[in-house]
């Protein structure tokens, strides 16, 4: 295939599957990290109440020394009761994670291959300075801007209600503070989501554009999972000519020979104890009428002419009983034979 050849088709399935058993698929980073942080929110909406209580509760067993005295024993117990803690609102952000990564591309499992490239500094600045990595860069400071950008409105919007918190109780800030804290994540969180998106479809743009195939690409592939046509093509001509043996080793068991006188030939065969019916065993028509003709000869097998009666035999598979509408023009050619043989 010429190097410079243009790589304009659609991606077959089977050449989409092997990308993605080498672990090339379309999937945003920014849609799975949207996922986790709406995970987050969640929890906090509808769990954050339990888990402040637990996080309150856990501060003063662990400053009143409820886990001992023992540095060792109270780091362990304070391990296992974090894990218990946070263990669930962790589990749900991972599963949100998971199936966003899974409703993108399903699940992938990529070949583990240790690569010496990695570990060498100057491939990780390369990386770094490489045209991917500066666009990741400025996507990150666009962000970063962004959110600045978003926050500060929002602080502004809401520099009013804060003038008159000094004449409110505690319960009355935390209660505003959390509404203000709560608006700004999610006018954060729209903003990026709608990012995220644009971001995923222009991920699998650029995926489909990387896995475009060539015309002699798709070629080779079809010649590898199809065959090649010529082999296919000589397989085929040699059944064909097997079995094109098979039935003119069954010409000497025929009962008749129908012609047309020499252009088409078919071999009947019936036997009342054997068949309900005469049953085409041979046909052919050219050089294959002349040869069931010619052992027709050998084995003094009769031959009839019988045009309409041919043609209309000749339409039918090897091995097939005759239709009943066929079943008198039959029977007269067959009444003749017996009658010949009986006469003999």
Same mark, same amino acid.
């Given at each position: 295939?010429?190097?410079?050849?243009?790589?304009?088709?659609?991606?077959?399935?089977?050449?989409?599957?092997?990308?993605? &058993?080498?672990?090339?698929?379309? =999937?945003?980073? &920014?849609?799975m990290s949207m996922a986790t942080m709406a995970g987050i929110i969640l929890v906090f909406y509808f769990a954050g109440n339990v888990l402040i209580r637990d996080?309150?509760? $856990?501060t003063g067993n662990l400053l009143g020394l409820r886990y001992g005295r023992d540095p060792f024993t109270a780091m362990r117990s304070s391990a296992i009761e974090i894990l218990r803690i946070i263990g669930p609102f962790l589990g749900i952000t991972f599963a949100f994670a998971m199936?966003?990564?899974?409703?993108?591309?399903?699940?992938? @499992?990529?070949?583990?291959? @240790?690569?010496?490239?990695?570990?060498?500094?100057?491939?990780g600045l390369k990386?770094?300075?490489? =045209?991917?990595?500066?666009?990741?860069?400025?996507?990150?400071?666009f962000k970063f801007a962004l959110g600045g950008?978003? $926050?500060?409105?929002?602080?502004?919007?809401?520099l009013p209600v804060l003038t008159f918190t000094s004449t409110m109780d505690i319960s009355q800030i935390q209660t505003i503070s959390?509404?203000? @804290?709560?608006?700004?994540?999610?006018?954060?969180?729209?903003? $990026?989501? @709608?990012?995220?998106?644009?971001?995923?479809?222009?991920? =699998?743009? =650029?995926?489909e554009s990387s896995i475009k195939m060539s015309r002699d690409e798709i070629k080779e592939e079809h010649k590898e999972t199809e065959g090649n046509p010529l082999m296919k093509s000589r397989i085929r001509s040699i059944q064909k000519e097997m079995a094109r043996r098979r039935m003119m080793q069954g010409v000497p068991r025929a009962t008749v020979v129908i012609t047309n006188p020499t252009h088409?030939?078919?071999?009947?065969?019936?036997?009342?104890d054997e068949i309900s019916a005469p049953k085409v065993i041979a046909k052919g028509a050219g050089f294959i009428a002349e040869k069931i003709i010619e052992i027709a000869r050998k084995y003094n097998i009769p031959i009839v002419e019988d045009k309409p009666l041919a043609r209309?035999?000749?339409?039918?598979?090897?091995?097939?009983?005759?239709?009943?509408?066929?079943y008198k023009a039959v029977a007269k050619i067959l009444a003749y034979i017996y009658k010949l043989r009986g006469a003999a």
């Open positions: 295939m010429p190097e410079n050849e243009e790589r304009t088709e659609k991606a077959t399935p089977r050449h989409r599957q092997k990308a993605k &058993e080498k672990g090339q698929v379309a =999937r945003s980073h &920014e849609i996080l309150s509760l $856990f199936v966003s990564g899974l409703l993108q591309s399903g699940f992938v @499992i990529k070949p583990l291959a @240790i690569k010496t490239e990695h570990l060498n500094p100057l491939s990386s770094i300075f490489s =045209r991917n990595g500066l666009v990741q860069l400025f996507k990150n400071l950008i978003i $926050f500060y409105f929002v602080i502004k919007k809401t959390a509404k203000l @804290i709560f608006k700004a994540v999610m006018y954060m969180f729209t903003t $990026f989501l @709608i990012l995220a998106v644009i971001d995923y479809f222009l991920v =699998r743009w =650029r995926f088409i030939a078919v071999a009947l065969r019936y036997k009342k209309a035999l000749f339409k039918l598979k090897i091995d097939s009983l005759i239709p009943v509408e066929l």
